[in-house]
Nanobody, 122 residues
Framework: QVQLVESGGGLVQTGGSLRLSCTAS????????LSWYRQTPGQERELVAI???????HYQNFVKGRFTISGDVAQRTVSLQMNSLEPEDTAIYYC????????????????WGKGTQVTVSS
């Protein structure tokens, strides 16, 4: 069984910082990438940032210069340092493991954590 567990969400004032962490555990052979998504009520889940096995990172424009993704895909961990937070960043943040394989012959599957709430007050 595979689990992704996020932590670090909370309530912060505008301009503040939070650090989210995610660890994947269970029967894991390999993961292609770890990423962070967010979702607000009535909206689709949107990509925030991604970290690949090679250590490459990608950010959506709305977080560039404010958020930093880090971690080690091989070690099954990823973090998201969020600075200069704005009320528009309020959302549930989800960790996603892309292309996760449980053995050398399995197809890659995406797994999601249950999410952690981030609330930025104005």
């Amino acid at each position: 069984q595979v689990q992704l567990v996020e932590s670090g969400g909370g309530l912060v004032q505008t301009g503040g910082s939070l650090r989210l962490s995610c660890t994947a555990s269970g029967n894991i052979f390999s993961i292609n990438a770890l990423s962070w998504y967010r979702q607000t009520p009535g909206q689709e889940r949107e990509l925030v940032a991604i970290l690949t096995t090679e250590g490459n990172t990608h950010y959506q424009n709305f977080v560039k210069g404010r958020f930093t993704i880090s971690g080690d895909v091989a070690q099954r961990t990823v973090s998201l340092q969020m600075n200069s937070l704005e009320p528009e960043d309020t959302a549930i943040y989800y960790c996603k493991a892309s292309g996760l394989r449980t053995d050398s012959r399995s197809w890659g599957t995406d797994y999601w954590g249950k999410g952690t709430q981030v609330t930025v007050s104005s």
